[in-house]
């Protein structure tokens, strides 16, 4: 069974910094498969935050580019964004993603709440 377990939400405040973390399990060939963070603020769509490819290429939403960074562990099948300059515009609730070809996984999002 595929599953992603996203950790490391909270509430910061204006400026400050979060790191985001999900960890795969069930993945076969984990390397082989494109990564993403998603978000997805009240009232909004869900929409791409930053997503990282087998061959560790990247991709951010324009938003968040020059802020966060994403990097993925292929050993211990793990994926973390990294967000520094947090605003209030990024308080959402964040979801990792694996697209395996034939089908996507989701995790269950975790919350992340930007205020003073």
């Known amino acids: 069974q595929v599953q992603l377990v996203e950790s490391g939400g909270g509430l910061v405040q204006p400026g400050g910094s979060l790191r985001l973390s999900c960890a795969a399990s069930?993945?076969?060939?984990?390397?082989?498969?494109?990564m993403g963070w998603y978000r997805q603020a009240p009232g909004k769509q869900r929409e791409l935050v930053a997503a990282i490819t087998s061959g560790g290429g990247t991709n951010y939403g324009d938003s968040v580019k020059g802020r966060f960074t994403i990097s993925r562990d292929n050993a211990k099948n793990t994926v973390t964004l990294q967000m520094n300059g947090l605003t209030p515009e990024d308080t959402a609730v964040y979801y990792c993603?694996?697209?395996?070809?034939?089908?996507?996984?989701w995790g269950q999002g975790t919350q992340v709440t930007v205020s003073s």
């Open positions: 069930g993945i076969f060939f984990f390397s082989r498969w494109t």
């Open positions: 993603n694996a697209d395996l070809g034939l089908r996507e996984v």
